[in-house]
Antibody
């Protein structure tokens, strides 16, 4: 059973960089047909995809966040990370890490972390 | 950028059929996935590729997708189906979620 667990500061000051890590257990982050995502959800609002990375290093980001986002993978530690720079109060949200896997070209999110609340405030 | 439109809320009487729509330009040409999210929990996939159910999901959940509308149908709605439902597609290598629909079972 694959499990994902987010970790990182729950409070970040405005203009600083939000950094989160997702530790993957029960499966290899190097799985060829899977990719690793960050998704966020402000309180009472919908889901927003932030971006994804394959273990090969290729990335894809939400165009609305692309200038501030970086996702990286550490295959030796079976984990991946999110850096979101120049944060404002609008970045306050529950942040989820999720695995996406593809079968016959159809890609879905099959495992999610429990989510971690990050508040941006001075 | 591609947009998906969902009603904010849908209500259904216990045991009746609920339908949650997801609108998008020519969405019928895309693979649509549906996620269920209960309060305080991460989303769970309930329908993929428009009308496929993951193993273990009740047959009460079904989906369709044609033209500009995809629909999630829940037959014989139960109290435990009360949740937020999100449609999702891929567009130009990016993920797009609908705004979500709160399903209330009366």
């Amino acid at each position: 059973q694959v499990q994902l667990q987010e970790s990182g500061p729950g409070l970040v000051k405005p203009s600083q960089t939000l950094s989160l890590t997702c530790i993957v257990s029960g499966g290899s982050i190097s799985s060829g047909s899977c990719y690793w995502n960050w998704i966020r959800q402000p309180a009472g609002k919908g889901l927003e995809w932030i971006g994804r990375m394959y273990s090969s290093g290729s990335t894809s980001y939400n165009p609305s966040l692309k200038s501030r986002v970086a996702i990286s993978v550490e295959t030796s530690k079976n984990q991946f990370s999110l850096n979101l720079s120049s944060v404002t109060a609008a970045d306050t949200a529950v942040y989820y890490c999720a695995r996406g896997c593809c079968t016959d070209g159809i890609c879905t999110f099959d495992y999610w972390g429990q989510g971690t609340l990050v508040t941006v405030s001075s | 950028s591609y947009e998906l439109t969902q009603p904010l809320s849908v209500s259904v009487a216990l045991g009746q059929t609920a339908r949650v729509n997801c609108g998008g330009n020519n969405i019928g040409s895309k693979n649509v996935h549906w996620y269920q999210q209960k309060p305080g929990q991460a989303p769970v996939l309930v329908i993929y590729r428009g009308d496929k159910r993951p193993s273990g999901l009740p047959e009460r959940f079904s989906g369709s997708n044609s033209g500009n509308t995809a629909t999630l149908t829940i037959s014989g709605a139960q109290a435990g189906d009360e949740a937020d439902y999100y449609c999702q597609v891929w567009d130009s290598s990016t993920v797009v979620f609908g705004g979500g629909t709160k399903l209330t079972v009366l």
